[in-house]
């Protein structure tokens, strides 16, 4: 199984970037999909979700800003970040998760610049 996440790097406030997460040996389709975020010291937190229906959830500090979509025929989740914030540079992590199991990606690091 492995999570492959890409589009991390340095931009500045008011910025976009775009956060993509390919998956392989999973079934992708019945995984719930989400974007975690973790700072350095700081514990893990929810950025957003979307199951396999399409129904999407936000933490409340980024929502209006990110858009959060699944591509099942590619087996890929994103993470379309807009109006980057400095608050926003963490390590962004890629989540599935069906029934008992659960898969992490290696982590995309995010920084915002002021």
């Known amino acids: 199984v492995q999570l492959q996440a890409s589009g991390g790097g340095l931009v500045q406030a008011g910025g976009s970037l775009r956060l993509s997460c390919a998956a392989s040996?999973?079934?992708?389709?019945?995984?719930?999909m989400s974007w975690f975020r973790q700072g350095s010291g700081k514990q893990r937190d929810l950025v957003a979700g979307?199951?396999?229906?399409?129904?999407?959830t936000y933490a409340d500090s980024v929502k209006g800003r990110f858009t959060i979509s699944r591509d099942n025929a590619k087996n890929t989740v994103y993470l379309e970040m807009n109006s980057l914030k400095p608050e926003d540079t963490n390590v962004y992590y890629c989540?599935?998760?069906?029934?008992?199991?659960?898969?992490w990606g290696q982590g995309t690091l995010v920084t915002v610049s002021s």
């Open positions: 989540h599935a998760t069906f029934g008992r199991t659960n898969y």
């Open positions: 040996g999973i079934a992708f389709s019945v995984h719930y």
């Open positions: 979307v199951s396999t229906r399409g129904t999407t």
